[in-house]
């Protein structure tokens, strides 16, 4: 499921609505729940337009981000239990 976002960070809105499921089962902290939270709701629309050249494009994609931290948070669970 999360790899989905990997592969097309610029998925229609439904499909991150879909990363509220695997970030509500994780265990983490309040501050790395917030921090993926925060990445998976800023709307594309609101980035990809404003950061459009130089350094700054790598502020454009926030959602890859928070995909990136939630898909390695399930990695770091999956590695606790064994």
């Known amino acids: 499921m999360t790899l ?4 097309l960070p610029a998925a229609a809105e439904p499909h991150f609505v879909l990363r509220a499921i695997p970030l509500a089962l994780l265990r983490l902290s309040v501050l790395e729940f917030v921090v993926i939270a925060a ?3 800023v709307p594309l629309e609101f980035t990809a337009g404003r950061f459009t050249t130089g350094w700054a494009v790598l502020f454009a994609y926030p959602r ?4 990136w931290l939630l898909c ?4 770091r669970e999956l590695g606790a239990e064994c």
């Open 4 to 7: 989905s976002v990997l592969s």
């Open 39 to 41: 990445l998976l709701i």
């Open 64 to 67: 890859l981000y928070g995909a």
């Open 72 to 75: 390695a948070a399930s990695v």
